[in-house]
């Protein structure tokens, strides 16, 4: 299953870039790699997030960025057992058509580049919850483990802003809605019907409690840091 997960996302990873080298070569464009730091502080599935991004004419850019699992930082603070998850297998990927607002439009700034942008993104994740409980129509069940198979996928409006940093680094920062679809499968054992309480203080509950499909709203917001290779 491990050797499956993996192939698939290297797979889909290898096309989106082989998209964009082909993009590459038929332009000369500004290349950067890009890095999301706030990624690693995920509660749920903290990432190493690394991206490239081309522009084109300085107008339109196109990005990529894959996530993968670490969660170093995460786990020394997460104490809700929610989280606490067994044989977490995860990575993030995202890709993103940008449009740069002219200098005309609200800024003379050469440093600062504002802009408009849509984002898909898609997050697979495997993991095993123990003693924990499954609402279904039919009732409530409480099982020994169960394998979570939950797969999600997303779209965002972004606006940001480009603030550069000398010649090569810059720093990016945006902000937008969206929408996500979450897939939830679950395979249980030792599961018994019994009588779910939900805690009394405030709480998020979280998305596996059930089956099934489900749609939330997304709020983006981020900070990368670039270097550009190519200008």
Known sequence: M???FIGRALLLLLFLLANLTGTLAQNKPTLQIRFSPLNVL????????????ATLKSRIGFSIDYGLPYKGLSKQFVKNEEYQYRNHE???LRGEIIYFFPAAWGHDKAN???????AV??????????????VKPDGDYHYEYSDVNRRMWGTCLKVGLEYYLGQ???LDAFVGPGLRWIK????????QPGDYKEPVDFYFEPVDRQEGKFRRLHLGFNVKLGFVMIK
């Open 42 to 53: 995920d509660l749920r599935a903290a990432t190493l997030q690394f991206g490239a991004q």
């Open 121 to 134: 993104f898609f997050s697979p994740e495997e993991y095993r919850k123990t003693d924990n409980w499954l």
């Open 112 to 118: 600062v580049k504002p802009y408009v942008s849509t």
């Open 2 to 4: 491990k050797k499956i």
């Open 168 to 170: 090569r680094f810059l």
């Open 90 to 92: 995860y990575f993030k």
């Open 184 to 191: 939830v499968d679950h395979q249980t054992f030792g599961e």
